[in-house]
Each structure stands twice: as C-alpha cells, then as structure tokens.
C-alpha cells in the first residue's frame, strides 16, 4: 500500500537559517505530494502541492520539490523565522482511488530567535 | 467563511461512556473527512464522506465507533463505551468534492481525553 516516511522528528535552527526537511514515499501510481503545516493548537493547513506536472511549489516563502528517480520530496525554505516554529506534514494522496491522505510521522520545528 | 468547525473543542469522559463529536464543514464543500491524531500514531485516516453517502470508512475501528451525516451541514463522530486508548484530537476537514488535494481544510479539532 502506500507510504510515506518522514526521517526527522525534531529540527532546531535559528533565525535566518536554511531549512531541509525529506521525505520517502511509496505509491502505485504518478502521486500527488503536499505538504501540511500545524501550529500549536490548530489543525493541518496546506502548506504545498506537488504533482507530476509541476515538480515544484512555492508558497510563504517554502519550495517543495519531489525527485521521481528517489521517490523522495522535500521541502525547502533559505531563511527561516520564529514564526515558522510548527509541525510540518508530508502527505500522499491515496492511489486506491479513494480520496484519504497519507501522513507522514512530522516534523517539529523550532526556531530559535 | 468561518472554516471547518469542530465541536467541543475539548471533552472528557469517563471510561465506557458515550463521546459524540460534531463537524460542520465549510458551506459549500461536499466532502468531509474524519482524521484521528495521536503522538504515537500520528494522523490517521478514519472515514470520509461525499455528498452526505459514506464512500470510504476503511480507517474506522470496527467496533463501537460511527459517523453520520444526516445534512450537507454537519458530520457526526460517536464513540460508544470509550476506552482510555481513544484519547486523542479528532479532526475533520472537508473539501470543494474534486479529489482530495488543495481545498482540504481542516477544523482545529476536537481534543478526547477518556479517563
């Protein structure tokens, strides 16, 4: 079935600092890749879509990227801010044919002023 | 547009006792979603719903947990005889009705504490 794994549990910078955050993903079929980010208290909101049309998305700021040949995707973003501390989400929209989304584990950010 | 909203925000029960959580899902959107989240499982994926019809409730627990939807306005979640394992934030979300990808919003959620 599909999967998606999301490696880093927890990322510290600073102000400023670049962010990198991977993910691996596992589907039958072309995927669509999003990316979710949560703040304390709050649900999920869509951060970014990558499909195998587009390859990117940029949004605030953040560029997600996905590598076909590694079926990896990430997220990227060159100068982060306080307020960019949450949790971020990959996800995987199901190749069943049903509309569930897969989630990854997420990542918390903290970044430190 | 208040969004997705989710009622109680927060609730507690006694273990074996009824929880019933409520949705109301952006005026407009015709599919509506039900994700659990935990810290050990992450969000999963219950049950969704497409123009009021059950399509997909391959995530639910088979027993004693439902959802409804009785009107385009609303989704209800119940949990009959809760157990302390079911303390977790429950989120709804719901979509404009083509596949699930940039219109999927989520409500802040419903945070179950069974004690």
């Known amino acids: 079935g599909d999967s998606v794994t999301q490696k880093q549990g927890q990322v510290t910078l600073s102000e400023d600092d670049f962010l990198f955050i991977n993910c691996t993903y596992s589907t039958t079929t072309y995927p669509t890749l999003l990316w979710y980010v949560q703040y304390l208290g709050q649900g999920p909101q869509l951060l970014l879509k990558?499909?195998?049309?587009?390859n990117k998305g940029i949004s605030r700021g953040f560029e997600a990227t996905y590598d076909k040949g590694t079926t990896s995707f990430h997220l990227q973003k060159a100068s982060v801010q306080e307020s960019d501390s949450a949790v971020y989400f990959c996800?995987?929209?199901?190749?069943?044919?049903?509309?569930?989304?897969?989630f990854g584990s997420g990542t918390q950010l903290t970044v430190m002023p | 547009n208040a969004g997705v909203i989710q009622t109680p925000r927060h609730k507690v029960t006694g273990k074996g006792q009824e929880a019933t959580l409520w949705c109301e899902p952006i005026s407009g959107h015709s599919a509506v979603f039900w994700y659990r989240q935990t810290i050990v499982q992450g969000l999963e994926f219950l049950t969704y719903?497409?123009?009021?019809?059950?399509?997909?409730d391959s995530g639910m627990p088979k027993e004693r947990f439902s959802a409804q939807m009785p009107n385009q306005s609303h989704s209800t979640l119940k949990i009959q005889s809760t157990q302390p394992q079911d303390s977790a934030v429950y989120l709804c979300?719901?979509?404009?009705?083509?596949?699930?990808?940039?219109?999927?919003?989520f409500g802040s959620g419903t945070r179950l504490l069974v004690i």
């Open positions: 990558v499909t195998t049309a587009n």
């Open positions: 996800a995987l929209v199901a190749s069943s044919g049903s509309w569930q989304l897969i």
């Open positions: 979300a719901s979509s404009l009705g083509q596949r699930a990808n940039s219109d999927y919003t």
């Open positions: 719903f497409r123009n009021q019809a059950p399509i997909d």
